[in-house]
C-alpha cells in the first residue's frame, strides 16, 4: 500500500485506524437520537408532505420501525454503531434533501476521508463523456498520473456508473443533483454528514498521461477539516436565517484546505474571514478582502474582454460586508459585462444571498416568502418569539400559525427572511449586462440567488448542469430549535427537545421559500432554477481554465445591450446641477428623497437644474429604453 505523500492535511490517519477509535453510543444514546429524529421531522420538517408525495418514501415509519427494533436490543445485541449510523444517514438521505440531515457525533465531526486528488466531468464534441483528473495534493505522485489523465474505472466499476451509484446513496433533489453529488463523495467525505468510506483503499483504472493503461491503488485518510464560519446552534440572527448545504461547505472547506493552501493561509484557518486589506491569491487576480469568498479579474475571451467575478460561498457572518465587497469588485471591473459565476456554492446567509441582487438591476428587489409547515411545535416556537426577544422575529408567521387549526391550512403565511428595506437600501451599482454561470452543486441560499436572479430579469443563466441543486428552505438545527424554547429565560420546562449525545446534531428544513415574478408561489425545493442557455464541460476548461466556458459566457455577453447611466452633480446654495451621460438609454427620471422632479427624453448628454435641494438628500435617476427602466444610479448630494 503506497501513502499519499505531502497532504498538506495535519495529522492524517488511515481510514481503517481512524475507524478503530469510533464507536461509543450507548442504546438509551441511540434510542434518544431516534426519538428526536421523530419529533424534528414530525413537526417540524417544512419539506415532508412534498418528499412523500414526490418521492414515495416515509422516513416517519422507517424511524418508528428502527425504534421498535431497539426495544429488543440489549447493550451485548445491538449492531456495530457504524451500521446504526448508516441506517439514520439512510434515512436522512432518502428525503432527498441537503439541508435535512443526521450529523454524526464525535470522532466523525469536524473530519473528512479524503482521496488526494479530484475527478470532474467533461464531456467531447461527440457528446461523450469523460471523467479527468483535475488536481492532485501537493507532492503526490503515481505513474503517469496528473491532472488530465482519464479514470476508467473505480474498484472494477465503470466510472460512469460507479458515480451512479455513489450519487444514489447521497441522492439530491434532482438527476443533475444525483451525480454531481455523486462524482464529489467518490473523493472526499464529510463524515459529520456522510458514512465513511466502506472500503479502506480504492482501486483506480486510468489512461495515463502518455496513454498508457495504468492502476492505482489508493488509501482512504482521514484528517480535521477548516472550522465552519459560524455556531449554527447559536441563537443569532446569522444561524435563524441560514439556507446551507452542510456537504457542499464542508467540501468547499476541505478542498480549501487540501488544495488552496495559499488562501487558508490568509484567512489564518478561519472560514470566510475578511482581512484588513485586499490581498490578491494570484497574480491575475484583484486584491480582496474576502478571499476565501470572492475570486475576481479581468477575462479575455473570444467575444471580448470582460469581468469575472467568482462567489465560493455565502456563509459569511456579516451580508453587508459581503454585498460592499461585491460592488466594490464589480466597480473595478470592465463595466461593458460581468460573469457571476457560482458553480459549487453550497449557500449560507440568505441575506447576503438577497441583498446583493439589487446591485445588478434597476427594479426593486422582492426577497422571496418562506413559510412554516403549521405544527402546534411551530406555533409554540412562534409565539415565544412573536415580539422578538431574543433577535430572532418570528412575529410575521405567529398570526397564521395560531388560526391554522381553525382553517386547516398546511403551511402559514409566506413572509420574507431578507428585510426587503435591505434588499434595496443601495440599488443599482452594476449597469452593464450579466451573465450567471450555475451548476448542480447551486443549492440553499445559492438557489435563492439564482432564483431571484431569473425572478427579477436581471440577465441570462448559463448552466454546466440542466438544473441548479434544488434546494429552497430555510434549515434550522436541534440545537437552535431547542435554544429558541429556552431563550430568554425562563426556559420552556415542558420543551420536547433533549440535549444529543456526543456532539451528535440534527438540521431540518423549517421554511420553505417561494419563488416572487412570473412564477411567484412555486417552492424551489426539488424544482430549482433551470438556466436559459447550458454548456457542457469541455477538457480544455476543466484543464485551461474554464476556457471554453468563459467564452460561451462572453458571447451571450456581447449579444445583450451596454447600458450606462453617470451622473455628476454641483450644489450651489439650493440649486442642484445634474450632469447626465449616459448609453442604452432614450429617457431619464430624476426624483428627490423619491420624489419626482423630472423626465428628459435623452438623444444627449444633458444639464438638469433641481431647485431647492439640501445637502445630504438622495439623488436618484431611472434609464429607460422604449419604455422599459433599464438603469438606474443613486447619489447623495
Not at 228 to 237: G, K, N, R, V
Not at 346 to 354: K, M, P, Q, V
Request: charged letters at 20%; hydrophobic letters at 40%.
Amino acid at each position: 500500500m503506497r501513502e499519499t505523500v505531502g497532504t498538506d492535511a495535519a495529522a492524517a490517519v488511515p481510514l481503517a485506524e481512524f475507524l478503530d477509535a469510533a464507536g461509543t453510543l450507548t442504546l438509551d444514546q441511540r434510542k434518544l437520537l431516534v426519538d428526536q429524529a421523530l419529533l424534528l421531522l414530525g413537526e417540524n420538517y417544512v419539506h415532508l408532505p412534498l418528499k412523500v408525495a414526490m418521492h414515495a418514501v416515509n422516513p416517519l415509519q422507517r424511524l418508528r420501525v428502527m425504534r421498535a427494533r431497539m426495544e429488543r436490543l440489549t447493550a451485548d445485541t445491538m449492531e456495530d454503531e457504524w451500521l446504526f449510523h448508516r441506517e439514520m444517514s439512510s434515512i436522512f438521505h432518502s428525503v432527498r434533501d441537503l439541508h435535512t440531515n443526521y450529523l454524526l457525533p464525535v470522532p466523525f465531526a469536524g473530519k473528512i476521508a479524503f482521496l488526494p486528488f479530484m475527478i470532474e466531468k467533461c464531456y467531447d464534441e461527440d457528446g461523450q463523456e469523460h471523467y479527468l483528473v483535475t488536481r492532485t495534493i501537493t507532492g503526490y505522485q503515481a505513474p503517469q498520473f496528473g491532472p488530465g489523465a482519464e479514470v476508467t474505472h473505480w474498484n472494477g466499476t465503470p466510472i460512469a456508473r460507479a458515480v451512479a451509484l455513489n450519487g444514489a446513496v447521497f441522492a439530491g433533489s434532482n438527476d443533475a443533483a444525483n451525480l454531481a453529488r455523486g462524482l464529489e463523495s467518490l473523493t472526499l467525505r464529510p463524515l459529520v454528514i456522510q458514512s465513511p468510506p466502506d472500503e479502506d483503499w480504492v482501486t483506480l483504472s486510468y489512461v495515463g498521461l502518455d496513454g498508457s493503461d495504468q492502476e492505482l491503488r489508493e488509501q482512504w485518510k482521514v484528517t480535521t477539516n477548516l472550522p465552519p464560519m459560524t455556531d449554527l446552534d447559536a441563537i443569532s440572527e446569522a444561524s435563524a436565517v441560514m439556507g446551507l448545504d452542510l456537504d457542499s461547505d464542508e467540501k468547499s472547506r476541505a478542498k480549501k484546505a487540501l488544495y488552496v493552501r495559499d488562501v487558508v493561509e490568509l484567512e489564518r484557518g478561519q472560514s470566510s474571514a475578511e482581512l484588513a486589506a485586499p490581498a490578491a491569491v494570484t497574480g491575475a487576480d484583484l486584491p480582496t478582502t474576502m478571499p476565501g469568498v470572492f475570486r475576481a479579474r479581468e477575462v479575455v475571451t473570444s467575444s471580448g474582454t470582460f469581468g469575472h467575478l467568482r462567489i465560493f460561498t455565502f456563509s459569511v457572518p456579516d451580508p453587508v460586508a459581503f454585498r460592499d465587497e461585491f460592488v466594490r469588485l464589480a466597480a473595478i471591473l470592465p463595466q461593458n459585462g460581468l460573469i457571476v459565476d457560482v458553480r459549487d456554492n453550497g449557500g449560507g446567509h440568505i441575506y447576503a444571498s438577497e441583498f446583493t441582487l439589487q446591485t445588478m438591476t434597476p427594479r426593486r428587489v422582492a426577497p422571496e416568502p418562506v413559510q412554516f409547515i403549521s405544527s402546534p411545535l411551530n406555533l409554540r416556537i412562534c409565539r415565544r418569539h412573536r415580539e422578538n426577544p431574543a433577535g430572532i422575529d418570528l412575529g410575521p408567521w405567529f398570526d397564521s400559525l395560531d388560526l391554522a387549526i381553525e382553517t386547516g391550512a398546511q403551511y402559514s403565511a409566506a413572509k420574507p427572511i431578507t428585510p426587503e428595506d435591505g434588499a434595496n437600501d443601495v440599488g443599482q451599482t452594476y449597469q452593464g449586462p450579466v451573465v450567471l454561470i450555475t451548476d448542480a452543486r447551486v443549492y440553499s441560499a445559492t438557489d435563492i440567488f439564482a432564483a431571484g436572479f431569473a425572478d427579477h430579469e436581471i440577465g441570462t443563466i448559463l448552466g454546466v448542469d440542466d438544473n441548479t441543486g434544488a434546494g429552497g428552505a430555510n434549515v434550522w438545527t436541534h440545537g437552535l430549535l431547542a435554544a429558541l424554547l429556552n431563550e430568554p429565560p425562563p426556559p420552556d420546562e415542558t420543551s420536547p427537545y433533549i440535549a444529543l449525545p456526543n456532539g451528535a446534531n440534527l438540521r431540518v428544513s423549517i421554511r420553505r421559500t417561494l419563488r416572487v415574478g412570473k412564477l411567484a408561489g412555486t417552492p424551489v425545493e426539488d424544482l430549482g432554477v433551470k438556466p436559459h442557455e447550458t454548456h457542457r464541460m469541455t477538457k480544455a476548461d476543466l484543464l485551461e481554465g474554464n476556457v471554453d466556458l468563459l467564452n460561451r459566457a462572453g458571447e451571450l455577453l456581447a449579444a445583450l445591450p451596454v447600458r450606462r447611466l453617470d451622473l455628476k452633480t454641483s450644489l450651489s446654495g439650493t440649486t442642484l446641477t445634474v450632469a447626465i451621460d449616459a448609453q442604452g438609454i432614450n429617457r431619464v427620471d430624476l426624483y428627490v428623497e423619491g420624489r419626482p422632479i423630472s423626465s428628459e427624453d435623452y438623444t444627449t448628454p444633458l444639464s438638469i437644474d433641481i431647485l431647492e435641494v439640501t445637502p445630504g438628500q438622495l439623488l436618484r435617476a431611472d434609464g429607460y429604453d422604449a419604455g422599459e427602466l433599464v438603469a438606474s444610479k443613486r447619489q447623495v448630494v
